[in-house]
């Protein structure tokens, strides 16, 4: 989660800071807080800790991470997060949760941080419905009565790189749609812009001939059996294709998933197999070792004895428990008293 979202917030120019709270002891991981230039979110990946809905922190809740409805009629809405398996990797999700209204959920790419705080194309459509605007959640930072074309051109081509750097193909095509419908720049300006889109659309195409390169290697790995190839090649996919995928593209990455977890599953059973065997074979060798110390004593008993005051049927018994200790002791006993039990 912290590194999907790290990289949403660079892709958009604004600096983060993640810390694993721990409020009141809570165990770590429970909370995560994401500290903001002009406001911040709380985390809540469980319910070790209570949502404090006045506090500068947004509350971010988990799925299994509970609000009433009072809060919810109040608030008008809450966001909650869910991570979800795609192959190896895990997809973070952004939900807003509305009274009467089912949760909605979204990808990163498609929420936005504003003056109202996280906000999601549900967001939007609430809001509208409202006959009110809801106060601002953060204060807004301040800015100049004018909006900055230029400055706003500047975000945009940093944005730009930040997506390519990270290989983020949906928010490049986002960017390159907000460039081309950005007006009111200076002609050196949009020389730079043009020449922005124009390298991006090049990466783009790149990036497609990388994907079906890449489905086609994991293709065939999954015919060919080869797990280890069809782990790493479906790991890749995951982080770097999970957006706008095609048919073809989730048949193979499914075929591919549900044949990696199969090989798992049986590399686990394996090794399961393999540790009950080890663990059997340390019993049967502590067991031997200690029919071997049993022998030793008997024997160490029978020297200081005189075997005319013990009768025949003692004897007997006691050459009988030694010979079966000594077949238990197997190897562990030493030849000299193998010798001396037959004696």
Known sequence: MKSEAAAWFR???????????????APIGSVVDIQ?????????????????WDDEREPVLGVSVPVDRDTLIRRWYVHRIRLDNEGTARRVL??????????????????????RGLTTPAVERIVKAHTTSPPPRWPAAKTKKGPDVEARAQVLLRQLAGARKVESVVVVNRVCREIAGLAGVSSATRIELADAVRDAHQ????????????????????????????????ARASATATHDRTEYEHRIAGAAADFVG?????????????????????????????????????????????RRHMSTVT????????????????????????????G
Do not use: Y
Not at 11 to 25: K, M, T, V, Y
Not at 37 to 50: F, I, S
Not at 275 to 291: D, N, P, S, V, Y
């Open 11 to 25: 892709s958009r120019d604004l600096q983060a800071d993640f810390e694993f709270a721990r409020p009141g002891g």
């Open 203 to 234: 990466w783009l195409q790149g990036q497609a001939d990388v994907r079906r390169e890449l489905f086609a290697r994991l293709d065939e790995a999954v015919t060919a059996g080869n797990a280890q190839q069809a782990r790493q090649l479906l």
């Open 262 to 306: 199969a090989q798992s599953r049986v590399q686990e059973a394996a090794d399961a197999e393999r540790a009950m065997q080890q663990a059997e074979r340390r019993t049967a060798k502590l067991t031997a070792r200690a029919a071997a110390a049993r022998v030793r004593r008997v024997l160490r008993d029978l020297r200081h004895r005189l």
């Open 36 to 52: 903001l230039r002009n406001g911040g979110l709380r985390v809540h990946l469980d319910q070790a800790v209570a949502p404090a």
């Open 315 to 342: 004897l007997h018994e006691v050459q009988v428990l030694v010979e079966e200790a000594a077949k238990a002791a197997g190897t562990s006993l030493r030849p000299s008293g193998r010798r001396s039990t037959a």
């Open 94 to 115: 952004i939900g807003t949760d509305a009274f009467a209204r089912p949760t909605e959920w979204f990808a990163l790419d498609e929420c936005e941080v504003t003056e």
